[in-house]
């Protein structure tokens, strides 16, 4: 068997390049972390406050549900309150994608053939168009008409239900358009991205759909999402969880960084313990993690279980602890800079992350 050793990701599928407020997707522009509030649209002071949060966090662009004409009023104070661009989640209502228009929506993520009949997808498309706003065709496994692609794979009939629908944008000389494809199931996501990433030019938002609480949903979202982004597709991420959107995007910026596409904040490096540990590593590592939270700009930073093999084992941190019993090393890039007792381990290394 032929093994790759070449350790860089695969160039990235270039697609045209759309923008969503104040954010480039696509054409080349970083991969964009993106999540939805799960408060009620109408409730303008939760949603801004959740929204705000997920500033904090990372989150660059945010969607939310526009169930009513209540919540696509909303949207007019909503976006007074955030910095992000704000995507309007619409089913069945052409009046409400107009209305979210109305409020100064920058995005949407509709089907266009389930908002209305032909002459009311039209009135939606040119005003939006008229207002350079993009459109999201998110097709989703589970919503799929029953009846339609007998014989075909899900994968097979998204990719064709999706086309579709860009098929019906582009005849109205539409084309600020996005795709995304998801399904729960990883293999089926994967297909039907990698099927349609060569027949659109569009940019693509990719994700696992329904995936779980975040112990398997991040675990599910990361083989898949990590999956499609190695191949070289992807220009928006959310990693779909049900917990509290800042867990979304703290695991899509961990996808992220996994993978070197982008940097945000810190990374830290923790050795998995072993029979030579002779300190409570795990509770070390957890305090670090917690303290590093508070930290915005990259770092990488390892919390070891030996002096022996510690730092030769994270080399390509840039601080770290190596910990041995009742006192341990601090590192920098490998090599010793100091020894510190057990009992400062933690203010010692996060005051040598803080000057670095
Ligand atoms: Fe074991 Fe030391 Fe490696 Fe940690 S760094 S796993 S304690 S050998």
Not at 14 to 21: A, L
Not at 130 to 141: E, K, S
Not at 237 to 251: G, N, Q, Y
Not at 333 to 351: P, R
């Amino acid at each position: 068997m032929k093994i790759n050793i070449d350790t860089k990701i695969p160039s990235r599928r270039v697609s045209k390049q759309i923008q969503i407020g104040g954010v480039k997707i696509g054409g080349g522009a970083p991969v964009v972390v993106q999540s939805m509030t799960n408060s009620d649209t109408r409730d303008i002071k939760s949603t801004i406050r959740q929204i705000k949060q997920l500033e904090q966090y990372g989150c660059e662009i945010i969607r939310v549900a526009v169930p009513d004409m209540q919540a696509a009023a909303a949207i007019k104070d909503i976006k007074k309150g955030i910095k992000i661009p704000l995507i309007a989640d619409i089913h069945f209502d052409y009046r409400l994608a107009l209305a979210a228009l109305d409020s100064g929506v920058d995005g949407f993520r509709l089907n266009p053939g389930n908002i209305g009949d032909s002459a009311q997808i039209k009135q939606v498309v040119l005003a939006a168009k008229a207002r350079a706003v993009p459109i999201r065709i998110g097709l989703n496994a589970g919503s799929l008409p029953k009846q339609s692609g007998a014989g075909k794979s899900v994968a097979q009939r998204m990719v064709d239900a999706a086309l579709a629908q860009v098929r019906l944008l582009e005849s109205l000389d539409f084309d600020l358009i996005k795709v995304s494809l998801k399904a729960f199931d990883v293999p089926t996501t994967i297909a039907a991205y990698q099927d349609i990433a060569d027949k659109i030019p569009y940019p693509l938002h990719i994700g696992i759909t329904e995936a779980g609480t975040p112990r398997t949903g991040i675990i599910r979202s990361s083989v898949g999402i990590g999956a499609l982004l190695y191949l070289g597709i992807g220009d928006t991420i959310r990693v779909s969880l049900t917990a509290a959107p800042k867990e979304e995007v703290t695991a899509a910026w961990e996808i992220l960084k996994s993978l070197n596409l982008r940097q945000h904040g810190p990374v830290l490096v923790s050795c998995p313990t072993c029979g030579r540990t002779e300190v409570d590593l795990v509770k070390l590592a957890q305090q670090v993690e917690k303290e590093l939270q508070k930290i915005k700009k990259p770092v990488k930073v390892a919390v070891m279980g030996c002096v022996v093999n510690g730092p030769g084992e994270a080399t390509d941190a840039d601080v770290g602890i190596a910990c041995g019993k009742g006192k341990g090393i601090l590192f920098r890039n490998g090599k010793k800079i100091g020894t510190v007792q057990a009992e400062d381990f933690l203010k010692a290394l996060m005051a040598e992350v803080n000057k670095f």
